[in-house]
């Protein structure tokens, strides 16, 4: 991913020029960032990071991208909403990498990987689909066995869309979850991660939470 | 041909440590196939190829998932890499 970006270093012009809109939109119609403890949250995350959260629309990677406003958001994205090679080209600029659901695409996870150990941000929508209703019941392991492989942290976050265009947008983000912390194995097993999914599945749901009782 | 024991010995391990009794993985021969005989499901295949990578240093493509039906064939690509 470096190299290429050396090679061409406006391989990621479209989600630069949207992180430069967003920056001055963003002291008018900030959203709210909320820490899950209920304060506010101000901290800065660095170095290899997955955030995860619930999907309720396409709107998510925006409002995700504008939470994370001062780093460069990269997200997974699959091969179906790429539909023609524009498409493709535009949404590969603003940071998407696409994944085939259909298969194990260990393409996309080694990128993925590659791109965490390189100290990028990834953001995953670990439900492995969009549910409009805000719910979170269940998640896929694809996210913990990428930070396991990639050896970073996972940030949970929780939103839901605006009643009202003139609502403020609200995100609850969560502590690091360490799963290289909890699973010191070479080689984590099937139960392993679904342990670990369960534990992030509680992690996301304190968020969703959190999102229910603020104001 | 000992070499390809070899290998299947440490894939048995291997597999052992990663499926935790979860699938059959006990008696793997070169004819063992990965979906029907052991139960991998995509996710279990990932699981795999990312352990074996892992361990004898090989990377997977998507396109050898395709043709990775038996043990044979996943100890034809560690060899071939070797």
């Known amino acids: ?215 | 041909m000992s070499n390809q024991n070899n290998i299947i010995e440490r894939l048995t391990e291997l597999f052992n440590s990663v499926f935790e009794g979860e699938l059959k993985v006990d008696s793997l021969t070169e004819e063992t196939r990965l979906i029907e005989d052991i139960g991998m499901n995509s996710i279990g295949l990932l699981y795999m190829a990312m352990a074996v990578e892992e361990e004898f240093g090989v990377r997977f493509t998507n396109e050898d998932f395709v043709s990775l039906r038996t043990i044979g064939d996943v100890v034809k690509k560690i060899e071939a890499n070797i």
């Not at chain 1, 304060?39 to 995860?52: H, P, Q, S």
């Not at chain 1, 535009?90 to 993925?112: E, H, Y």
């Not at chain 1, 070479?186 to 670990?196: G, Q, T």
């Open chain 1, 1 to 215: 991913m470096q190299n290429k970006e050396r090679k061409n270093p406006f391989r990621f012009l479209p989600m630069d020029a949207g992180r430069l809109v967003c920056s001055v939109l963003m002291p008018i119609y900030r959203h709210k960032r909320i820490h899950v403890s209920g304060g506010k949250y101000t901290k800065r995350l660095k170095g290899g990071v997955i955030v995860v959260s619930n999907h309720t629309g396409f709107s998510d990677p925006f409002l995700i991208g504008t939470t994370f406003w001062y780093r460069r958001v990269f997200f997974l994205a699959a091969k179906e909403v790429m539909r023609n090679k524009l498409v493709e080209v535009l949404l590969k600029g603003m940071g998407c990498i696409k994944i085939d659901r259909d298969i194990s695409d260990i393409n996309a996870i080694r990128k993925c990987v590659d791109l965490l150990k390189s100290g990028k941000l990834l953001s995953m929508f670990p439900q492995g689909g969009i549910t409009a209703n805000g719910e979170v019941d269940k998640i896929k392991s694809g996210a913990i066995l990428i930070s396991m492989q990639a050896g970073v942290p996972i940030v949970p976050a929780y939103t839901l869309k605006r009643k009202h265009w003139w609502n403020r947008q609200k995100v609850v983000i969560g502590d690091e979850f360490n799963c290289r912390e909890k699973c010191n194995k070479r080689f984590p097993s099937v139960s392993d991660i679904a342990v670990l999914s369960e534990q992030l599945l509680e992690k996301m749901e304190e968020c969703k939470k959190v999102y229910e009782q603020s104001k």
